[in-house]
């Protein structure tokens, strides 16, 4: 899926859309970002030594999960976070690089979502998390 592709099932806009594209992989999905030199959240975290926060790439994370919860065409969904665990963040994501994620629902009862990730750059494990959250129809 490309980002017009996205938009189709996720309500995140302009600078909080944080997918370039993501695929269905079976059980898992796998999503890619960019990381822009003008990215608004670099521009105070760090000046002279930008790193892309931590919270950022756990959305990352977040929206490339959603994509395993897509319904009917055109049905848009609101995922809202309700937990985190096991937070490990191994190494900074910087602008030039691109963030790859692979995400899997470990289990549901809905509306809530309980899922893992991981997030990599040229291979390496950058971000691993457990993550939950509810979903929203619109």
């Not at 030594?49 to 919270?55: I, L, M, Q």
């Not at 009917?72 to 809202?80: F, L, N, R, S, V």
Request: net charge neutral.
């Amino acid at each position: 899926m490309n980002r017009e592709e996205i938009k189709a099932i996720l309500p995140h806009r302009d600078n909080m859309l944080l997918l370039d594209e993501v695929e269905k992989d079976g059980q898992a999905a796998r999503g890619r970002y960019l990381v822009r030199h003008d990215e608004w959240f670099l521009k105070g975290h760090f000046p002279g030594n930008p790193v892309v926060p931590g919270v950022i790439l756990l959305e990352i994370l977040a929206q490339s999960a959603c994509v395993l919860l897509q319904g009917a065409p055109g049905e848009k969904i609101t995922p809202m976070f309700t937990g985190m665990n096991n937070v490990r963040f191994r190494l900074p994501v910087r602008p030039g690089d691109t963030f790859e994620t692979e995400c899997r629902i470990l289990r549901a009862k809905k509306p809530f979502y309980f899922a893992e990730g991981r997030g990599t750059v040229n291979g390496k494990l950058s971000v691993s998390a457990e993550f939950s959250f509810a979903v929203i129809g619109e």
